[in-house]
């Protein structure tokens, strides 16, 4: 029962929270329309992560070397820039601000997780 309340709570729970204060944080720089909104951007923004993302971290792996893996935070922001673009009820004011949005839910995340003792 305890390891179902952690796949619940980092993969659904978390995220979602995270997206949210994300926005919070950014103000109208990074825009919902509703609740309902934020919960399809995070599943939209898991999936990329899952599907796209480790492509183009493949792709681009002479860089991460050379930036010590901070060049996975620009692919981050690129992720949440594709997301805006497939959802319309999601707005994200530029790519810089999708890596700032990027920086932020990679922190929140690991103080959620850090929180609640979610090991994945």
């Not at 923004?45 to 991460?64: H, R």
């Not at 070397?65 to 620009?74: K, M, N, S, V």
């Not at 497939?86 to 790519?95: N, P, R």
């Amino acid at each position: 029962m305890a390891a179902r309340k952690s796949v619940l709570l980092s993969s659904f729970i978390v995220p979602v929270l995270v997206l949210y204060l994300t926005s919070l944080l950014l103000g109208d720089k990074m825009a919902f329309e509703g609740i309902w909104s934020v919960i399809l951007t995070a599943g939209v923004i898991g999936l990329l992560n899952f599907f796209v993302a480790p492509i183009i971290a493949f792709l681009t792996c002479p860089l991460q070397l050379l930036t010590l893996g901070l060049a996975r935070f620009f692919i981050s922001g690129l992720m949440i820039v594709v997301a805006s673009h497939l959802l319309s009820s999601f707005s994200i004011a530029s790519y810089w601000w999708a890596v700032l949005a990027g920086i932020t839910i990679s922190l929140l995340t690991s103080a959620f997780e850090g929180l609640f003792k979610i090991k994945k």
